[in-house]
Protein backbone atom coordinates (compact mmCIF):
# COMPACT_ATOMS: atom_id res chain seq x y z
CA UNK A 1 0.00 0.00 0.00
CA UNK A 2 1.34 3.42 -0.56
CA UNK A 3 1.48 5.79 2.52
CA UNK A 4 -1.43 7.74 1.54
CA UNK A 5 -3.52 4.84 2.03
CA UNK A 6 -2.70 4.38 5.39
CA UNK A 7 -4.64 7.74 5.85
CA UNK A 8 -7.84 6.80 4.44
CA UNK A 9 -11.07 8.27 6.81
CA UNK A 10 -12.88 4.62 6.30
CA UNK A 11 -9.73 2.77 6.96
CA UNK A 12 -10.77 -1.24 6.61
CA UNK A 13 -14.49 -1.08 5.46
CA UNK A 14 -16.68 -4.34 6.17
CA UNK A 15 -19.83 -4.85 4.79
CA UNK A 16 -22.01 -6.58 6.32
CA UNK A 17 -25.54 -8.22 6.66
CA UNK A 18 -26.25 -10.83 9.33
CA UNK A 19 -24.94 -13.73 7.76
CA UNK A 20 -22.50 -16.22 9.30
CA UNK A 21 -19.85 -15.40 6.33
CA UNK A 22 -20.02 -11.56 7.14
CA UNK A 23 -19.44 -12.35 10.46
CA UNK A 24 -16.23 -14.53 10.04
CA UNK A 25 -15.27 -11.16 7.82
CA UNK A 26 -15.71 -8.95 10.85
CA UNK A 27 -13.37 -11.09 12.74
CA UNK A 28 -10.53 -11.31 9.63
CA UNK A 29 -10.95 -7.22 9.44
CA UNK A 30 -10.84 -6.45 12.95
CA UNK A 31 -7.49 -8.76 13.17
CA UNK A 32 -6.16 -6.57 10.09
CA UNK A 33 -6.98 -3.30 11.38
CA UNK A 34 -5.11 -4.09 14.72
CA UNK A 35 -2.28 -5.22 12.68
CA UNK A 36 -2.19 -2.30 10.46
CA UNK A 37 -3.52 0.27 12.75
CA UNK A 38 -6.00 1.80 11.17
CA UNK A 39 -9.72 2.20 12.05
CA UNK A 40 -12.70 -0.44 11.04
CA UNK A 41 -15.79 0.42 9.69
CA UNK A 42 -18.65 -1.68 9.54
CA UNK A 43 -21.02 -0.94 6.84
CA UNK A 44 -24.53 -2.29 6.15
CA UNK A 45 -26.40 -1.17 3.15
CA UNK A 46 -30.26 -1.07 2.88
CA UNK A 47 -31.44 -1.67 -0.57
CA UNK A 48 -34.73 0.36 -1.84
CA UNK A 49 -37.69 -1.34 -2.17
CA UNK A 50 -39.44 1.35 -4.40
CA UNK A 51 -39.45 -1.27 -7.25
CA UNK A 52 -41.20 -3.12 -5.54
CA UNK A 53 -44.21 -0.50 -4.86
CA UNK A 54 -46.55 -1.80 -7.49
CA UNK A 55 -46.72 -4.95 -5.49
CA UNK A 56 -48.33 -3.51 -2.62
CA UNK A 57 -52.00 -1.27 -2.71
CA UNK A 58 -51.91 2.30 -3.63
CA UNK A 59 -48.17 2.10 -4.91
CA UNK A 60 -47.32 2.62 -0.96
CA UNK A 61 -45.00 0.22 0.87
CA UNK A 62 -46.62 -0.61 4.57
CA UNK A 63 -44.45 0.98 7.39
CA UNK A 64 -44.36 -2.02 8.47
CA UNK A 65 -42.49 -3.94 5.87
CA UNK A 66 -39.58 -1.08 6.08
CA UNK A 67 -38.99 -1.65 9.61
CA UNK A 68 -38.70 -4.98 8.97
CA UNK A 69 -35.90 -3.49 6.87
CA UNK A 70 -34.33 -1.32 9.41
CA UNK A 71 -35.11 -3.86 12.10
CA UNK A 72 -32.70 -6.24 10.09
CA UNK A 73 -30.02 -3.35 9.57
CA UNK A 74 -29.70 -2.88 13.51
CA UNK A 75 -29.22 -6.49 14.07
CA UNK A 76 -26.61 -7.14 11.59
CA UNK A 77 -24.66 -3.83 13.00
CA UNK A 78 -25.09 -5.37 16.78
CA UNK A 79 -24.07 -9.01 15.34
CA UNK A 80 -20.82 -7.34 13.88
CA UNK A 81 -20.23 -5.19 17.24
CA UNK A 82 -20.89 -8.11 19.18
CA UNK A 83 -17.72 -10.09 16.75
CA UNK A 84 -15.46 -7.21 17.11
CA UNK A 85 -16.24 -7.31 20.98
CA UNK A 86 -15.57 -10.66 21.25
CA UNK A 87 -12.41 -10.70 19.62
CA UNK A 88 -10.72 -7.41 21.12
CA UNK A 89 -7.19 -8.71 22.56
CA UNK A 90 -3.91 -6.62 24.06
CA UNK A 91 -3.78 -3.20 24.06
CA UNK A 92 -3.81 -1.71 20.47
CA UNK A 93 -7.46 -1.91 19.89
CA UNK A 94 -8.22 0.54 16.40
CA UNK A 95 -11.14 2.43 16.35
CA UNK A 96 -14.70 0.93 15.26
CA UNK A 97 -17.69 2.83 13.99
CA UNK A 98 -20.48 1.86 11.94
CA UNK A 99 -22.65 3.54 9.37
CA UNK A 100 -26.25 2.41 7.82
CA UNK A 101 -26.28 3.57 3.78
CA UNK A 102 -29.34 3.31 1.37
CA UNK A 103 -28.91 2.23 -1.87
CA UNK A 104 -27.65 -0.82 -3.98
CA UNK A 105 -25.13 -2.38 -2.22
CA UNK A 106 -22.21 -2.70 -4.66
CA UNK A 107 -22.66 1.38 -5.99
CA UNK A 108 -22.61 2.35 -1.80
CA UNK A 109 -19.42 -0.35 -0.64
CA UNK A 110 -17.98 0.77 -4.11
CA UNK A 111 -18.40 4.29 -3.08
CA UNK A 112 -16.94 3.95 0.07
CA UNK A 113 -14.32 2.08 -1.11
CA UNK A 114 -12.77 5.27 -2.54
CA UNK A 115 -11.86 6.19 1.24
CA UNK A 116 -11.19 3.05 2.25
CA UNK A 117 -7.52 1.21 2.85
CA UNK A 118 -9.08 -1.85 2.24
CA UNK A 119 -12.46 -3.59 1.14
CA UNK A 120 -13.54 -6.52 3.53
CA UNK A 121 -16.89 -8.93 2.49
CA UNK A 122 -17.69 -12.56 2.43
CA UNK A 123 -17.65 -14.60 -0.35
CA UNK A 124 -21.31 -14.61 -0.61
CA UNK A 125 -24.62 -12.86 1.62
CA UNK A 126 -27.41 -13.93 3.60
CA UNK A 127 -29.57 -14.86 0.60
CA UNK A 128 -26.79 -16.34 -1.63
CA UNK A 129 -26.92 -20.28 -0.91
CA UNK A 130 -24.82 -21.70 -4.00
CA UNK A 131 -21.10 -22.10 -2.20
CA UNK A 132 -19.77 -22.74 -6.16
CA UNK A 133 -20.47 -19.12 -7.32
CA UNK A 134 -19.12 -16.01 -5.91
CA UNK A 135 -21.44 -13.64 -4.56
CA UNK A 136 -23.26 -10.84 -6.41
CA UNK A 137 -21.64 -8.33 -3.96
CA UNK A 138 -18.31 -9.80 -3.90
CA UNK A 139 -17.87 -10.15 -7.53
CA UNK A 140 -19.33 -6.59 -7.78
CA UNK A 141 -16.71 -5.59 -5.74
CA UNK A 142 -13.40 -7.23 -7.14
CA UNK A 143 -14.47 -5.75 -10.57
CA UNK A 144 -15.47 -2.69 -9.51
CA UNK A 145 -13.99 -1.40 -5.96
CA UNK A 146 -11.62 1.37 -5.50
CA UNK A 147 -9.39 0.09 -2.91
CA UNK A 148 -8.05 -3.47 -3.19
CA UNK A 149 -10.93 -6.58 -1.84
CA UNK A 150 -10.51 -8.86 0.78
CA UNK A 151 -12.96 -12.11 0.32
CA UNK A 152 -13.01 -13.72 3.40
CA UNK A 153 -14.54 -17.55 3.80
CA UNK A 154 -16.11 -18.92 7.56
CA UNK A 155 -13.93 -21.29 7.11
CA UNK A 156 -10.61 -19.69 6.32
CA UNK A 157 -11.08 -16.69 8.65
CA UNK A 158 -10.32 -18.83 11.60
CA UNK A 159 -7.48 -20.80 10.40
CA UNK A 160 -4.79 -22.22 12.73
CA UNK A 161 -1.31 -23.58 11.22
CA UNK A 162 2.09 -22.94 12.34
CA UNK A 163 2.91 -19.50 10.74
CA UNK A 164 1.69 -20.63 6.98
CA UNK A 165 3.16 -17.95 4.28
CA UNK A 166 1.71 -15.59 2.31
CA UNK A 167 0.91 -16.70 -1.18
CA UNK A 168 1.08 -14.03 -4.25
CA UNK A 169 -0.30 -15.00 -7.60
CA UNK A 170 2.31 -12.93 -10.21
CA UNK A 171 3.48 -12.90 -13.32
CA UNK A 172 6.45 -10.99 -13.24
CA UNK A 173 4.58 -7.96 -15.10
CA UNK A 174 4.25 -4.32 -14.04
CA UNK A 175 0.72 -4.63 -13.75
CA UNK A 176 1.25 -6.98 -10.92
CA UNK A 177 3.14 -4.69 -9.00
CA UNK A 178 0.90 -3.77 -6.10
CA UNK A 179 -0.72 -7.07 -5.83
CA UNK A 180 3.49 -7.57 -5.01
CA UNK A 181 3.13 -4.20 -2.55
CA UNK A 182 0.30 -5.62 -0.52
CA UNK A 183 1.76 -9.47 -0.30
CA UNK A 184 5.24 -8.11 1.10
CA UNK A 185 3.25 -6.11 3.26
CA UNK A 186 1.04 -8.54 4.84
CA UNK A 187 3.85 -11.08 4.89
CA UNK A 188 5.87 -8.29 7.43
CA UNK A 189 2.94 -7.41 9.71
CA UNK A 190 2.28 -11.12 10.26
CA UNK A 191 6.24 -11.87 10.33
CA UNK A 192 5.99 -15.10 8.17
CA UNK A 193 7.78 -15.36 4.37
CA UNK A 194 6.19 -15.18 0.86
CA UNK A 195 5.67 -17.73 -1.45
CA UNK A 196 5.36 -16.27 -5.44
CA UNK A 197 3.90 -18.52 -7.67
CA UNK A 198 3.85 -17.87 -11.51
CA UNK A 199 2.00 -20.32 -13.90
CA UNK A 200 2.94 -20.40 -17.14
CA UNK A 201 0.18 -21.31 -19.73
CA UNK A 202 1.15 -19.05 -23.18
CA UNK A 203 1.58 -22.60 -24.72
CA UNK A 204 1.30 -26.33 -24.37
CA UNK A 205 4.44 -27.66 -23.09
CA UNK A 206 3.49 -30.80 -22.30
CA UNK A 207 5.54 -32.47 -24.40
CA UNK A 208 9.30 -30.74 -22.92
CA UNK A 209 11.50 -33.07 -21.88
CA UNK A 210 12.57 -32.63 -18.26
CA UNK A 211 16.08 -31.01 -19.00
CA UNK A 212 14.20 -28.39 -21.71
CA UNK A 213 11.58 -27.54 -18.77
CA UNK A 214 14.39 -26.84 -16.54
CA UNK A 215 15.80 -24.61 -18.93
CA UNK A 216 12.86 -22.81 -19.10
CA UNK A 217 11.96 -22.20 -15.56
CA UNK A 218 15.33 -21.02 -15.15
CA UNK A 219 14.64 -18.44 -18.18
CA UNK A 220 11.27 -17.42 -16.97
CA UNK A 221 12.50 -17.21 -12.82
CA UNK A 222 15.37 -14.89 -13.97
CA UNK A 223 13.31 -11.53 -14.77
CA UNK A 224 10.86 -12.10 -11.87
CA UNK A 225 13.72 -13.07 -9.40
CA UNK A 226 15.04 -9.22 -10.59
CA UNK A 227 11.70 -7.74 -9.55
CA UNK A 228 11.40 -9.91 -6.52
CA UNK A 229 14.45 -9.18 -5.15
CA UNK A 230 13.95 -5.36 -5.13
CA UNK A 231 11.40 -5.79 -2.91
CA UNK A 232 13.16 -8.01 -0.60
CA UNK A 233 15.80 -5.18 -0.08
CA UNK A 234 13.39 -2.87 0.82
CA UNK A 235 11.81 -5.90 3.22
CA UNK A 236 14.70 -7.76 4.45
CA UNK A 237 12.55 -9.86 7.21
CA UNK A 238 10.58 -11.31 4.74
CA UNK A 239 11.99 -14.69 2.89
CA UNK A 240 10.96 -15.07 -0.84
CA UNK A 241 10.17 -18.82 -2.24
CA UNK A 242 9.25 -18.35 -6.12
CA UNK A 243 8.02 -20.91 -7.96
CA UNK A 244 7.13 -21.28 -11.64
CA UNK A 245 4.49 -24.03 -12.52
CA UNK A 246 3.12 -25.54 -15.84
CA UNK A 247 -0.73 -25.95 -14.95
CA UNK A 248 -3.80 -24.29 -15.14
CA UNK A 249 -3.74 -20.96 -13.14
CA UNK A 250 -6.69 -21.00 -10.82
CA UNK A 251 -6.29 -24.96 -9.87
CA UNK A 252 -2.17 -23.91 -9.67
CA UNK A 253 -3.25 -21.30 -6.81
CA UNK A 254 -6.37 -23.21 -5.35
CA UNK A 255 -4.31 -26.22 -4.81
CA UNK A 256 -0.66 -23.90 -3.14
CA UNK A 257 -3.26 -21.97 -0.77
CA UNK A 258 -3.44 -25.35 1.24
CA UNK A 259 -0.51 -24.51 2.60
CA UNK A 260 -1.00 -20.30 3.11
CA UNK A 261 -2.65 -17.98 5.37
CA UNK A 262 -3.34 -15.55 2.77
CA UNK A 263 -3.69 -15.66 -1.34
CA UNK A 264 -3.03 -12.28 -2.74
CA UNK A 265 -3.98 -11.98 -6.57
CA UNK A 266 -3.62 -8.76 -9.42
CA UNK A 267 -6.14 -7.62 -10.79
CA UNK A 268 -5.32 -8.25 -14.15
CA UNK A 269 -1.71 -8.94 -15.82
CA UNK A 270 -0.17 -9.05 -18.87
CA UNK A 271 -1.86 -10.65 -21.90
CA UNK A 272 -0.53 -14.26 -22.41
CA UNK A 273 -0.73 -14.83 -18.05
CA UNK A 274 -4.51 -15.09 -18.22
CA UNK A 275 -4.33 -16.58 -14.56
CA UNK A 276 -3.63 -13.22 -13.18
CA UNK A 277 -6.68 -11.50 -15.46
CA UNK A 278 -9.84 -10.49 -13.20
CA UNK A 279 -12.75 -12.69 -14.52
CA UNK A 280 -13.27 -16.34 -14.74
CA UNK A 281 -9.73 -17.16 -12.69
CA UNK A 282 -10.07 -14.64 -10.56
CA UNK A 283 -13.52 -15.04 -9.50
CA UNK A 284 -12.25 -19.21 -8.94
CA UNK A 285 -9.65 -18.16 -6.75
CA UNK A 286 -11.88 -16.01 -4.45
CA UNK A 287 -14.83 -18.80 -4.25
CA UNK A 288 -12.88 -21.91 -4.21
CA UNK A 289 -9.91 -20.88 -1.91
CA UNK A 290 -10.86 -21.44 1.95
CA UNK A 291 -8.59 -18.53 3.10
CA UNK A 292 -8.85 -14.93 2.70
CA UNK A 293 -8.10 -13.70 -0.42
CA UNK A 294 -7.05 -10.52 -1.47
CA UNK A 295 -7.75 -8.88 -5.46
CA UNK A 296 -5.50 -5.90 -5.62
CA UNK A 297 -7.88 -3.20 -7.71
CA UNK A 298 -6.00 -0.04 -8.07
CA UNK A 299 -7.29 3.13 -7.33
Not at 105 to 111: D, F, R, S
Request: hydrophobic share 45%; glycine share 10%; aromatic share 4%.
Amino acid sequence: MSAADSDAPHGIVVGVDGSSWSQAAVRWAMAEATLRGVDLTIAHVITPLSASTLLWPGGRIPEEVLAIQDNDARRAIADAIRVVQENLTGRSRPQVRSEVLHGGVVPILTGLSRSAELMVVGPRGRNEQHRRLLGTVANGLIHHACCPVAIVHETGAARESARPPVLLGTDGSPASELATEIAFREAVLRGVDLVALHVLVDSDMSGLFAAEWSALQAVVQKPIAERLGAWEERNPGVSVNLEVQFDRPADALIAASEGAQLVVVGSRGRGGFTGMLLGSVSSAVAQEVRVPVIVARPR
